[in-house]
């Protein structure tokens, strides 16, 4: 087994493709390193300039199961665009990367007592000194933050040299040693081989791990009023298992007359677009009146059923044809049975309704009511409502799905806010 494969027995389980996402010498260096440790499918995006990450990300998408970057800084203009919709790590540079460049500043007789760096946090810049034995008094450090480009790091290590007496700049980003290498003398900071294996590691077992969710399993209880003996119809069974095709599992019948479905997480997200809606439960409801889904997702057989168990049981509190998902972690999301949303003019639904049909949180409603109202015109952006409810944006966009798909948001055209990258879409929210 290598270092960075997780199988057992022999046998792997999937095979996972990483995009490193760098620029081109650092990318190369990862795939060497990694190659080397057995992840054998790593899909090079190297970049000339860090601007071009976003792009970089975007390409990934269709292609990769997860993203490691060659630095912080990459890595969070990606997640600050809120493009970051898969495992996603960065190499850090502190520890043995760091260490590595210090040894040899020492073996080429350079004053390491006296220098700056830029884009590392202070504490592990002091940490690694400290424990390395040397000075820290005329050590200064720039940390990273959202917004500095390398026409910053480079002022900053300029300024230390000039006010400070500073002897060596350490940079970790690319452009801003190209800034510096002819004004002072600068290291560019490249991740340790170390730091490489270890992040391959950890993501590819992160990755894993996501991955395994989606295999979770899920059972449905499917209950339908009994018809009696004389008068069942076998055909009624024969339109039950089509209907339930859709979850690419298998159908069996309970003791009590209940039916139970068996499928996995993976394929009942799919089908219920994020568990927002059930397309076979309309069609049950019209043929038998009344109709009740419940399902449970669990590590489990047993926990996935006795899960689908209280599903069942919310659901028929819900209504006549009603499903509902439980999850590991308290979690019941109601799925009502499709219904138009309400006409315009006809006065906004309560807020437990909505909750209902949206499988959204009354509380979190109520807090996008108040988004909405203060937008007024203007619409509302995944960016704002992440702001608004302290989420990510990919979790915002999935709430703007929600609403969207309930007949509530409708989306208008997409503006600029001031940010890099694709411009966000605008959505008209009637709540």
Not at 121 to 143: N, Q
Not at 251 to 277: H, I, M, N, W, Y
């Amino acid at each position: 087994m290598s270092e960075l494969d997780p199988e057992q027995n022999g046998d792997r389980p999937m095979a996972l493709t990483v995009g490193v996402i760098g620029p081109e010498d650092l990318v190369h260096k990862v795939l060497a390193v990694g190659r080397a440790s057995g992840a054998d499918r790593l899909v090079p995006l190297a970049y000339q300039h860090e601007d071009e990450t976003l792009g970089m990300v975007v390409r990934a998408q269709s292609e990769t199961d997860a993203l490691l970057f060659t630095g912080v800084v990459p890595h969070s203009l990606a997640a600050a665009e809120g493009l970051l919709d898969r495992p996603a790590m960065y190499v850090p540079y502190s520890g043995a990367t760091l260490l590595r460049a210090l040894v040899e500043l020492l073996r080429l007789g350079h004053d390491v007592s006296r220098i700056s760096i830029d884009t590392l946090r202070r504490g592990e810049v002091m940490e690694t000194l400290t424990e390395a034995k040397l000075p820290t008094e005329h050590v200064h450090v720039l940390p990273h933050r959202p917004g500095l480009t390398s026409r910053n790091l480079a002022d900053f290590h300029l300024d230390a040299r000039d006010r400070k007496g500073t002897r060596v700049a350490l940079t970790c980003l690319g452009s801003a040693y190209q800034l510096l290498e002819h004004e002072m003398h600068a290291v560019r900071l490249a991740p340790s081989r170390h730091s490489i294996r270890a992040t391959l590691q950890a993501l590819v077992l992160a990755t894993a791990g996501a991955h395994s969710g989606d295999a979770q399993v899920a059972l449905g209880i499917v209950d339908l009023p009994e018809p009696d003996a004389e008068d069942r119809d076998p055909a009624a069974d024969r339109e039950l298992a089509a209907d339930l095709r859709v979850l690419g599992g298998c159908l069996a019948e309970l003791p009590d007359g209940q039916r139970l479905v068996v499928t996995t997480k993976g394929v009942l997200e799919e089908v219920s677009e994020e568990f927002t809606r059930l397309p076979f439960l309309d069609d049950l409801g019209a043929r038998h009146g009344s109709a009740h889904v419940g399902f449970g997702l669990g590590r489990t057989a047993a926990e996935a059923e006795s899960l689908a168990r209280r599903a069942v049981n919310r659901a028929r509190s819900v209504g006549p044809v009603a499903g509902v998902v439980c999850m590991t972690d308290d979690v019941d999301i109601v799925i009502d049975a499709e219904r138009n949303p309400p006409p315009e003019g006809s006065g906004p639904e309560t807020t437990a309704a909505l909750a209902r049909r949206t499988g959204l949180n009354p509380r979190t409603l109520e807090r996008l009511r108040e988004l909405v109202v203060q937008a007024g015109d203007d619409g509302i952006t995944a960016h704002l409502v992440a702001e608004r409810l302290t989420v990510q944006q990919r979790t915002a966009r999935r709430i703007l799905k929600r609403l969207e798909r309930s007949g509530v948001a409708v989306p208008t055209g997409s503006r600029q806010e001031g940010q890099t990258g694709r411009p966000p879409i605008v959505y008209r929210v009637r709540l």
